[in-house]
């Protein structure tokens, strides 16, 4: 359960706020003053800190730098009265979450709490990389020991420490947030904030205030100064994902916010430096919406200076298995269960599905088909019942399998004329396809695909012109 800790010395606001908090779902502690706050934290560390900014004895700003000092990556969201902003802002400033003015509204109130409760958690729950999954880790895990992941977890590794903006590219549930996470635990940024911000899910007339601030008058109902997400990360990282989805306008703001490391508020003229680091990610194909005139071909760039690219999970499923270990021990953990185990054809299956959805449909898939077990292994019948039947049986095994076009290329080979050379035309068949798509999930770099092969890039460059390969956006 989410513990939120309430300091103020209000006693009616602070018990109507412990019930409103307690209906929705919380653990609620108080504290009258900034003095009794320390005192609880020494004992318990919550998940939350809601502070006032007028208090008796310890001021607000005061109480909030000891509680920066004792954890520095609890968030703190701070109520202040109209008079007191500027006070609240400067807590904004030093790492705060969020100000909010009394009397608030309680709606946009248990919104912000929400939010704040999630980046905390972002910030302090670790990802761990390439972890067995029978070692039970307890926090998130990036799974996989296929060629592909481990290109990228070697990127991880070389980017993190560095102050470089990322973009991480592709698709839906591949895991590109956990990526996100790790290149931030790893980063010399990992005890300043940590900040999310959703391009799809905020609407557009509210990304900009959300990102970039206001100023009082800038618009109807900017009865004060409110400072933006990027502001309150500083000295940490912003984290904007799909990117891509961002509208046009705001495109320009953020190509300055990567040039110049500065930016303006809305309704405002001064420059303000910001000193924040950038990470990205996308499902979108920017190349195409470049060419659309939907995205900034200057943004592309900036952006791109590192580029980590995620395999869809039909790219890579020889990690399948593994994930499977792992979402089966994590689930039944959660649910207090014991792990029942899965059956050979039931794993056959899944490794012979597509998965749209990658690693995160996966993984609700499981975890369904472990809410409605029985104790006995999860077996086919499971599966399909938890994917809604979209799951189809594997094929049978007779020795080696391959896709339907492969099959049908290589029985009409069979069907012509004899020919003296058709294992070699098969060997440059299937290499052509294995040159090709590893050039497209490396997103046409030569010397990626070279690794990914385990072959030089004089030996992948005599390929292409063997297969007369193009390098586009995608390799035909």
């Known amino acids: 359960m989410t513990t939120v800790l309430v300091i103020d010395d209000d006693d009616q606001l602070r018990i109507s706020f412990e ?25 318990t560390m919550p998940d939350l800190v809601v502070l006032d900014v007028r208090l008796p004895g310890m001021n607000g700003l005061e109480t909030f730098r000891q509680i920066h000092e004792i954890e520095p990556k609890l968030p703190v969201i701070i109520m202040t009265a109209y008079g007191t902003t500027e006070t609240a802002i400067e807590a904004t400033k030093m790492g705060g979450f969020d100000y909010v003015i009394k009397p608030f509204d309680i709606p946009k109130m248990l919104t912000t709490i929400r939010q704040a409760t999630d980046a905390g958690r972002f910030m302090r729950s670790t990802v761990a990389i390439d ?26 590794g070389r980017v993190s420490a560095t102050d470089a903006t990322v973009l991480i590219r592709g698709e839906s549930g591949s895991g590109k947030e956990l990526v996100a996470r790790a290149l931030y635990q790893h980063s010399v940024r990992s005890e300043k904030p940590f900040l999310v911000i959703n391009c799809v899910a905020i609407p557009d007339a509210l990304l900009e205030s959300e990102l970039f601030g206001y100023e009082k008058g800038a618009f109807t109902g900017a009865a004060h100064r409110r400072i933006g997400k990027i502001e309150q990360a500083s000295g940490g ?10 509208p046009m306008n705001l495109q320009a703001k953020m ?65 399948i298995a593994l994930l499977v270990d792992y979402f089966l021990n994590r689930f ?10 899965i059956t050979r054809d039931a794993v056959a299956m899944l490794t012979s599905n597509p998965w749209p959805g990658n690693v995160r449909e996966l993984g609700n898939t499981l975890q369904k088909a472990l809410i409605f077990n029985r104790g006995a292994p999860l077996t086919i019948s499971d599966i399909a019942q938890a994917a809604g039947n979209e799951i189809k049986p594997a094929p049978p095994f007779n020795g080696g399998t391959c896709d339907d076009a492969v099959r049908s290329w290589f029985h009409t080979q069979l069907s012509g004329s004899p020919s003296d050379n058709l294992f070699e035309n098969c060997m440059d068949y299937f290499g052509s396809l294995m040159v090709a798509e ?23 460059h005599a390929k ?10 995608s390799v035909r």
């Open 255 to 319: 190509l300055r916010l990567l040039q110049e490391r500065s930016i303006e508020r809305l309704g405002g003229r001064e420059t303000i430096p910001v000193d924040v680091r950038i990470i990205a990610a996308t499902n979108r194909d920017l190349e195409v919406l470049i060419t659309k005139g939907q995205f900034r071909e200057d943004l592309y760039y900036r952006l791109k200076v590192i580029t980590i690219w995620l395999p869809a999970l039909r790219e890579r499923v020889s990690d």
């Open 237 to 246: 990282t912003i984290f904007l994902d799909e990117i891509g989805d961002m």
């Open 438 to 460: 590893a050039l497209n999930i490396t997103g046409g770099n030569r010397s990626q695909a070279a690794k990914l092969l385990g072959v030089s890039r004089p030996t992948l």
């Open 131 to 156: 972890v067995s999954p029978d070692k039970n880790p307890q926090g998130d895990v990036i799974i996989g020991k296929s060629p592909a992941m481990q290109e990228v977890y070697k990127a991880i």
């Open 19 to 43: 019930r409103l908090l307690q209906e929705e779902g919380y653990h609620v502690l108080s504290a009258a003053s900034g003095e009794a706050a320390i005192r609880v934290l020494a004992n």
């Open 332 to 341: 039944s953990r959660l649910l207090g269960i014991d792990n029942p185990g």
């Open 464 to 473: 292409i012109d063997k297969y007369n390969l193009k390098i586009r956006t």
